[in-house]
C-alpha cells in the first residue's frame, strides 16, 4: 500500500465535512474518486496530498504520516493537481514545467542536466514541446491542462493526485487526457488518485472505485462490482440502465430519470 | 526547403525522400523556437538595461541638479577625483547622500510593495496594507505629542510602530493559516483603527499638527550619511532576497495547493516575505516618512512592463523604484527653488496619471 487514509475526519473551521473516511490505495493502481457536488471530494484530495490537516486520523504514505514527513519529501513522491489553481497569465509553459523539478532542488535551486531532461521528458509525454515557449495565456483549455500534467510529471512522483482534470474540456480533450494518464499508468506504473464528474469515464479507466456521499465513503470496489442500479439511485438519486461494455471490460449506464 | 548554395541543393533534392524532408523542416522549426526564446530573454535583459540607464540618468541629474548646476561630468569628477573643492564638499555632504536615501527608499518601498503584491495576489497591496503607514505615523504622533522631548527616537518609534502593527495583523488575521484574504482585511481594519487614532491625537492636539507634518507627507530634505547608513542593511537584505528567493513566490503565485504540492512551505515562506516586506517598508518610512505611494505605483508600473515572472520582476521593481524617488526628489528640489516641497506630493502628482495611463495602454493592448 502506498498511500492510506485512516479514519480520517476533515473540516473547515468548525464545519467538519468529511466524516471517518478509510481509503486505501496501491503501488500501479488507478483510484477515482466519485460522488455528488459538495459531497466532500476534494476535501478528502486536499487531505491526501498534505494541503489539508485532518482533525482525526491520519494519512499515511508508504506507512509514514504523511504530516510528520516534510513539505518537500512529500513533494518528491507525490504530485497533485487542485481543482483550483492560479494561472500566472505570462509564465511560459517551460517555465511552469520547471517548477515541476522545485522539490528537487537544492539550496541554490540550479538545474542540473538531468533536470533539463527531465523537463523535456515531460514535455514530450504531454505533447508540448512544440508550444514550450508560448504564454500560458496563448494555450487552449486542453493545452493548459496538459501544462500543468506536465508539472506534475516533471516531479518524477510516484503517485499522481489530480482532483477534476477533465473539467472544462471538451470530450476530445478529456478522452486525451484520460489516455495519457492510463498510458502513464501502465508504462511507469505512476499510481493515480483522481476525482471524475463522469461516471462512465471512471468506470471505464479506474482499477477501483471510491463513492463519496455527504463526506462519507458510501462503497468502494471494482467498478464492475460497484456500478449498479441501486449505486446510481443511492448516491446519485438517478434511475438508470446499467450495461456491460465487452469492448473495454467495464460497465456503463444511461441514465433515465432522477428519483427522490 | 533549405537555403543553400546550388550544388548543396542538388544534392539534397537527390537524396530527399519524405523523412528526410520532415527532418529538415522540424529542424528549421527547432533553430526559429530557440530562436524565439533568446529574443523573449533579451527582450527582458533590454527593458532591465532601459531601467538601469534611466535610474543612473536620475542620479546624475539629482546630483548635478540644485542652487549650484553641474554637468554630468564635473558630479563623476566631483565625487571620484577631486578631493577638497568645494564642489566636492557639496557634493560629498549634501547631494550625494540625499540622493542615495532617495534610492534606498525607493528600493525598499518598491521591493516591499512588489513582494506584498505577489505573497497577496493582489495588484493593489502596498506596504500600507500591512499596516506600515498607519503604525508609523500613529508611533510617531504618540511620541511627538506625548513625549516631545524624546523626539529624536521619532524614526526608531516609527519603525516600531510601522513592524509591531504588521505582527498584529498577521496574528489577527490567523486561522489554520494566514490566507491572503484574511490579511488583507485585516489589515484594513487595523489600519482602519490606528487612522482614528491619529485623527483624535489631531483633534485634541491640533496646535501640535505643523510640527508633524513633514512626516505624515513624507520628504528627503537634509538628509544625509547617517539616514543611509540605517537604511543600507534593509536595502541590502531586501536585494539579497530578490536574488535568492524569486522562484518561491513564482511558486507562491500558482496557489497555495499547487506549492505545497511542489513542496514550498506555504505559511513558512508567506511569513517570512511579510516580515522581510515589513522591514523595508518601515526602515523606509522611518527616514523618510510616510512615502505610500511608491510602494504601489512602481511594483504595478514594472509588473506592466516587464511582466510576473519575479527572476525579472525584483530588478526591474529595484531599479525603477530607485530611479522614480531620485528623479522625483529632484523636481521637488527644483520647481519652487529655493522653496522645497515634499517629494510625496510629486511623486502623486506624477505618478497618478501616468499610471493611469499605463493601465488604459495595457486594456487597449
Ligand atoms: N475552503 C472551504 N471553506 C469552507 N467550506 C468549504 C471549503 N471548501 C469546501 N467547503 C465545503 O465542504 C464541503 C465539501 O466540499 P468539496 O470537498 O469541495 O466537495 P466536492 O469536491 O465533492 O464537490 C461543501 O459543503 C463545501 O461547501
Ligand atoms: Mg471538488
Known amino acids: 500500500m502506498i498511500l492510506q487514509a485512516k479514519n480520517l475526519d476533515l473540516s473547515y473551521g468548525k464545519k467538519i465535512v468529511v466524516k471517518d473516511v478509510n481509503i486505501e490505495i496501491n503501488r500501479g493502481e488507478i483510484v477515482t474518486i466519485i460522488g455528488p457536488n459538495g459531497s466532500g471530494k476534494s476535501t478528502v484530495i486536499k487531505a491526501l496530498s498534505r494541503y489539508l490537516k485532518p482533525q482525526k486520523g491520519q494519512v499515511l504514505l508508504e506507512n509514514k504520516n504523511i504530516f510528520s514527513l516534510k513539505t518537500k519529501e512529500v513533494a518528491q513522491k507525490v504530485a497533485v493537481l487542485p481543482q483550483m489553481k492560479n494561472v500566472p497569465e505570462d509564465f511560459s509553459v517551460e517555465t511552469l514545467v520547471g517548477y515541476g523539478r522545485y522539490p528537487h532542488l537544492g539550496f541554490r535551486q540550479r538545474f542540473s542536466q538531468e533536470d533539463y531532461q527531465i523537463i523535456k521528458w515531460a514535455l514530450k509525454k504531454t505533447d508540448l514541446l512544440q508550444f514550450k515557449e508560448r504564454q500560458l495565456n496563448n494555450l487552449s483549455g486542453g493545452e493548459k491542462q496538459r501544462a500543468w500534467i506536465a508539472m506534475c510529471l516533471a516531479q518524477k512522483p510516484e503517485v499522481l493526485i489530480l482532483d477534476e482534470p477533465t473539467t472544462f474540456l471538451d470530450i476530445s480533450y478529456q478522452l486525451e487526457l484520460l489516455d495519457l494518464i492510463k498510458e502513464l499508468n501502465e508504462s511507469m506504473g ?45 448516491v446519485y438519486k438517478i434511475e438508470a440502465d446499467v450495461f456491460q461494455d465487452n469492448k473495454h471490460s467495464c460497465p456503463y449506464f444511461i441514465p433515465l430519470k432522477k428519483v427522490n | 526547403m533549405i537555403a543553400g548554395k546550388p550544388a548543396t541543393r542538388r544534392l539534397t533534392r537527390l537524396n530527399m525522400n519524405k523523412g528526410m524532408k520532415i527532418m529538415n523542416v522540424q529542424q528549421l522549426v527547432e533553430k526559429n523556437k530557440s530562436w524565439n526564446l533568446s529574443r523573449d530573454f533579451a527582450k ?64 525598499c518601498l518598491s521591493l516591499s510593495g512588489s513582494i506584498l503584491q505577489g505573497v497577496l495576489r493582489n495588484p493593489l497591496a502596498a506596504p500600507n496594507i500591512i499596516g506600515v503607514s498607519s503604525g508609523a505615523g500613529f508611533m510617531a504622533f504618540v511620541i511627538f505629542i506625548l513625549f516631545p522631548e524624546y523626539y529624536h527616537i521619532v524614526p526608531l518609534g516609527a519603525f516600531l510602530g510601522a513592524f509591531i502593527s504588521t505582527i498584529l495583523i498577521y496574528v489577527l488575521a490567523w486561522k489554520d493559516g494566514a490566507h491572503p484574504m484574511r490579511l488583507i482585511l485585516a489589515g484594513v481594519a487595523v489600519s482602519a483603527l490606528l487612522g482614528a487614532g491619529i485623527n483624535s491625537l489631531m483633534i485634541f492636539y491640533p496646535e501640535k499638527i505643523s510640527g508633524i507634518i513633514g512626516f505624515m507627507v513624507g520628504g528627503l530634505s537634509a538628509r544625509t550619511w547617517p539616514h543611509f547608513k540605517v537604511l543600507l542593511p534593509y536595502a541590502s537584505l531586501g536585494i539579497g532576497m530578490a536574488l535568492l528567493f524569486p522562484h518561491k513566490l513564482n511558486i507562491l503565485a500558482l496557489g497555495d495547493e499547487i506549492a505545497t504540492g511542489l513542496g514550498l512551505n506555504v505559511e513558512k515562506t508567506r511569513m517570512m516575505f511579510i516580515v522581510i516586506a515589513s522591514l523595508l517598508a518601515a526602515s523606509a518610512v522611518s527616514v523618510v516618512g510616510l512615502l505610500g505611494f511608491v510602494g504601489l505605483i512602481v511594483p504595478h508600473t514594472a509588473r506592466l512592463i516587464i511582466g510576473s515572472d519575479y527572476r525579472y520582476l525584483f530588478p526591474a521593481t529595484a531599479i525603477l523604484g530607485a530611479g522614480v524617488v531620485m528623479i522625483c526628489d529632484t523636481i521637488a528640489r527644483m520647481i519652487f527653488d529655493p522653496v522645497e516641497i515634499p517629494v510625496g506630493i510629486i511623486m502623486a502628482l506624477l505618478g497618478a496619471p501616468f499610471f493611469l495611463y499605463l493601465l488604459r495602454e495595457r486594456r487597449q493592448g
Open chain 1, 190 to 234: 505512476l499510481t493515480i488518485i483522481m476525482v471524475l464528474h463522469d461516471i462512465n469515464q471512471a468506470a471505464r479507466y479506474s482499477h477501483k472505485l471510491y463513492a463519496i456521499k455527504d463526506g462519507c465513503v458510501h462503497s468502494s470496489g471494482r467498478p464492475q462490482d460497484l456500478l449498479n442500479e441501486d449505486f446510481l439511485k443511492d
Open chain 2, 44 to 107: 527582458k535583459l533590454l527593458i532591465l538595461s532601459g531601467l538601469l540607464a534611466f535610474s543612473f540618468l536620475a542620479f546624475l541629474i539629482s546630483i548635478g541638479q540644485g542652487s549650484l548646476d553641474l554637468s554630468f561630468k564635473e558630479v563623476l569628477r566631483c565625487i571620484f577625483l577631486e578631493h577638497d573643492t568645494l564642489n566636492h564638499r557639496i557634493i560629498w555632504n549634501v547631494r550625494l547622500p540625499r540622493t542615495l536615501v532617495a534610492g534606498l527608499v525607493g528600493i
